[in-house]
Structure formats: C-alpha cells, structure tokens
C-alpha cells in the first residue's frame, strides 16, 4: 500500500482540560527507525491514564496536588504527544533489521517501555506518554512489541485488553491470586475492573465485584460470583453478607478513597491488598494498626511485566477472557469519547477508530 506523508492524530498539547486534545489532520506519519515497524492503526482503546496525564493529576511525593506526570523515575512526556495505549494495526512498513515479512500482519501492541532486559518495572514507561502512541492513523514502535494474536476477534474487541487486563494481570500476579481464594474488585465495571473479574476466574478463583448501581447484572454476566452495590449500605457488613461470611483472602482496589480503610477491614488476617489506581481519591487515611496487627500485605502495581503480557496473549487464544466493548467512536469525536469515558456509564472498555475505512 501506498503511505502517506500526513496523517490524522489527536494531539495532548499540555496540562489541562479536553481543549488541551487537539484533532488535526496535517501530522507528518512516522517513518520507522532501525528495529522498528510502523503500523496502520485499526482501533485504539481508551484508559484513565489518557485522562489523568491530562490533567497533571499524579502529584508528586511532596505535593500531593501539585501538577505533574505519570513518571516518578523522571518526566519522559513531551508535548505534543499522541496519546493511546491499547493498539491494533497492520504493519505497513518496517525500519533496517526488521524482516520484510512481516509486513501485512495484524498486530496487537505491547505498549510498555521496560527500559530493561529483566522483567523488573522499576523504570517502566509506555508508549502514548514516552513515545508517541495509537490515537492516530499510524504509529512507529519497537518490533518486538507488535505481537501476532491467533484469534478471530475483530480489531476493535483486541484493542480492549492490552492496558486493562495487563494491569489487572499484574495486580493479580504481585498479590498471588490462587485458585479457590476470594477477591473483591472495585471500580468493577471499568476496564481495568472487569479484566480483573475475567483474570480472576481463569485462575480458578472467585470475584466478588463492587460496582455503582445499574451494572449488577453485567457484573455476574462476566463472571462475578456475587456484587455489592457502591454506596447502598455498610460495605463491610454487605461483603461479610455476600460471601457468606467466607474470608476475603485478596482485595484489587482500583478506587481508594473513602473506601480505603473499610477495604482493610474486610480483609483476613494475612490477607493481600494491591492496588493500580484511585478513581475515588489518591489520599488516603491508613491505620496501621490494622495493617501490622492483620499482618496485611499491600502492593502497588502499575503496567505489566513481558511475562505478563505473554500470559495475556495466552488467555485471549485459549478464550478464557472475552472482549467488553462499551462503545466505539471515532476518531474525530475524541472530545465527545473522552467525556463519555469519563462519565463511566458503561461498562468494560470505549474503543477509538481512525475515520477512514
């Protein structure tokens, strides 16, 4: 096929509001350098990681509040950056010591920038903040991040899982999640939430969910053994009710908040917590008493490892996790699917496509 020189992209011109996400159709294609590959973007699915880079909302660790990037290793994002994690695309074109083979496969993105040989994610980075990513109608990255998935999923539904389940993969794996243990998943109904619900079952252990009212169903539909309502009652005493007063030997805590200290309580004695995000408030009160008492472990997690994400490719073909598309929007529409995004009245993952055919 034939390149063009420019191309559509949806440019983060800086720190604030959705005027900051700038639609343009003039933006010069990437050319792939040596290793890499350059691919036509399909379908790009979207995360709250688009939305708090955005807004500078990660702090710092003497300012809570203070504007700043995803990075605490050190600031790798450069604006403009196209952002965009979860890409699927076709290679096009590849850069010196890429077989020409390759191209015409259909790849779905490993957007993590390990910046090291191990599977350590102590100086992680991602494509869409260190490096530009898929919100765009092509995209250039390392080879060996484009990876074949056999399946006949079309490209919008493989462009849900990446980011989603390779985080909630990564929660699982820090907090051992073993089959026959219980987890309770907050923030249930989102991306990351309800990967988690499916990861949860493919290691034979059972997901209590909690989600916001009206997504009950949806939740034991993806395979939820039971669902607390958010905000309806005393949630310790509606998990104790749910559970039929078994242990909950894990809680995947996506929403912080208010919720923190009453998550503590609900766990057992030597219980796990872990943690990639807090929708609800990043500030939290913690009494450690009740951590050192219970013996408790907590763990932070963000992104994957290689070994995650091979993992995750592994349960997309064997079918053990689905596809939850919430919506579909193109690309020129950014502001219209930010905004819906943000007012989380679905459930699973919003998925951006180029407007082209």
């Not at 919100?135 to 074949?148: Q, R, S």
């Not at 009950?216 to 007063?245: C, Q």
Request: glycine share 12%.
């Amino acid at each position: 096929m034939t390149i063009p020189e420019k191309m559509a992209a949806v440019l983060l011109t800086g720190h604030g509001g959705l005027e900051k996400l700038v639609y343009r159709t003039d933006v010069p294609v990437p050319a792939p350098a040596e290793g890499e590959v350059l691919i036509r973007v399909t379908a790009c699915g979207m995360n709250n990681t688009d939305v708090w880079v955005r807004q500078g909302a990660y702090g710092t660790e003497d300012d809570p509040a203070a504007i700043s990037t995803w990075r605490r290793q050190g600031n790798t994002l450069i604006f403009p950056r196209i952002q965009g994690t979860d890409t699927v695309g076709y290679i096009v074109a590849v850069g010196t010591g890429v077989d020409p083979g390759r191209i015409g496969e259909r790849v779905m993105v490993d957007f993590s920038i390990y910046n090291r040989d191990d599977d350590s994610l102590a100086d992680i980075d991602y494509m869409g903040h260190g490096r530009d990513g898929g919100y765009a109608e092509y995209m250039a990255l390392p080879a060996e991040n484009a990876h074949l998935v056999a399946t006949d999923l079309t490209d919008v539904e493989l462009a849900t899982f990446c980011c989603a389940y390779l985080t909630g993969e990564r929660m699982l794996e820090r907090a051992r999640l073993a089959a026959g243990e219980r987890v309770l998943v907050t923030g249930a109904s989102g991306g990351v939430g309800s990967a988690i619900i499916q990861l949860a079952r493919a290691r034979g252990a059972i997901p209590i969910a909690v989600a916001g009212p009206g997504k009950e169903a949806a939740m034991l539909d993806i395979g939820a053994e039971a669902v607390v309502t958010r905000g309806k009652g005393n949630l310790v005493e509606a998990v104790h009710f749910v559970s039929r007063g078994e242990p909950i030997d894990v809680i995947a805590d996506l929403v912080g908040g208010p919720l923190f200290n009453d998550l503590l309580k609900i766990l057992r004695p030597e219980g796990r917590y872990t943690t990639a995000g807090a929708i609800a408030g990043p500030v939290v009160q913690l009494d450690l008493r009740t951590m050192y008492l219970k013996q408790l472990e907590l763990h932070g997690s963000s992104q994957g490892s290689r070994a995650d994400f091979r993992r995750l490719i592994g349960y997309i073909e064997s079918r053990k996790i689905r596809p939850l598309v919430g919506g579909v929007y193109p690309l020129s529409e950014f502001h219209r699917a930010q905004t819906e995004f943000m007012a989380k009245n679905f459930v699973g993952k919003l998925v951006v496509v180029p407007d082209r055919g």
